[in-house]
């Protein structure tokens, strides 16, 4: 299957919010409910921070928000802090115990 | 507490094999789903496959078809994966994940990460 589509950089000023979009297909983002965001820095393992389009894993702030409309998934982080600079990945389930990944979306905080 | 820990480094020449290992603890090692994700340098992550720890059932991902396998041994809690044929294209960081409840199709998000094992393959 081919890699979600995200967009290669998104940035912010402190406070503000930003969306990421991912796109996909009804064969994936669009056909289940099943999309994830992680959050990873330079050098580090990635960390999720959204699963099931919506929920929250314990520990990551309810400033990161996901949601779903089609094809498209997309993460809201709102109150932007100069620690949410990162690169994001979406993933989503894809079929027959298959996942796949967005191309990820570096963002910056101004 | 949850966690993976994973192998060392490993450099490899082209043509040749790879076997990273992953062990589990702190949860019930059959109960959850290990996938394994791959970074190239400066690149985004590739889902590669996953296997599940009860039976060792297996799926990977179509572009690792013919050189892959995951094996786990349930006696002392590691997940394994093997990549055959390698190439400079292999070169990268490579994860394990936990992913959801086997009992489940493997849909579910990757909520704990190995440490990563960076293989790089050079002649």
């Known amino acids: 299957q081919s890699a979600l589509t995200q967009p290669p950089s998104a940035s912010g000023s402190p406070g503000q919010s930003v969306t990421i979009s991912c796109t996909g297909t009804?064969?994936?983002?669009?056909?289940?409910?099943?999309v994830s965001w992680y959050q990873q820095y330079p050098g580090k393992a990635p960390k999720l921070v959204i699963y099931e389009v919506s929920k929250w894993p314990s520990g990551v702030p309810d400033r990161f928000s996901g949601s779903k409309s089609g094809n498209t998934a997309s993460l809201t982080v709102s109150g932007l802090q100069a620690e949410d600079e990162a690169d994001y990945y979406c993933s989503s389930y894809a079929g027959n115990n298959n996942l796949v990944f967005g191309g990820g979306t570096k963002l910056t905080v101004l | 507490q949850v966690q993976l820990v994973q192998s060392g480094a490993e450099v490899k020449k082209p043509g040749a094999s790879v076997r990273v290992s992953c062990k589990a603890s702190?949860?019930?090692?059959?109960?959850?789903?290990i996938h394994w994700v791959r970074q190239a340098p400066g690149q985004g992550l590739e889902w590669m496959g996953v296997i599940n720890p009860s039976g060792g059932a297996t799926d990977y991902a179509q572009s690792f078809q013919g050189r892959l396998t995951m094996t786990r041994d349930t006696s002392t809690s590691t997940v394994y994966t093997e990549l055959s044929s390698l190439r400079s294209g292999d070169t990268a960081v490579y994860y394990c994940?936990?992913?959801?409840?086997?009992?489940?199709?493997?849909?579910?998000?990757?909520?704990?990460w190995g440490q990563g094992t960076t293989v790089t393959v050079s002649s």
């Open positions: 994940a936990r992913g959801g409840l086997v009992v489940v199709p493997a849909v579910h998000g990757l909520d704990v």
């Open positions: 702190g949860y019930t090692f059959t109960s959850y789903y």
């Open positions: 009804s064969s994936d983002v669009g056909g289940y409910n099943y």
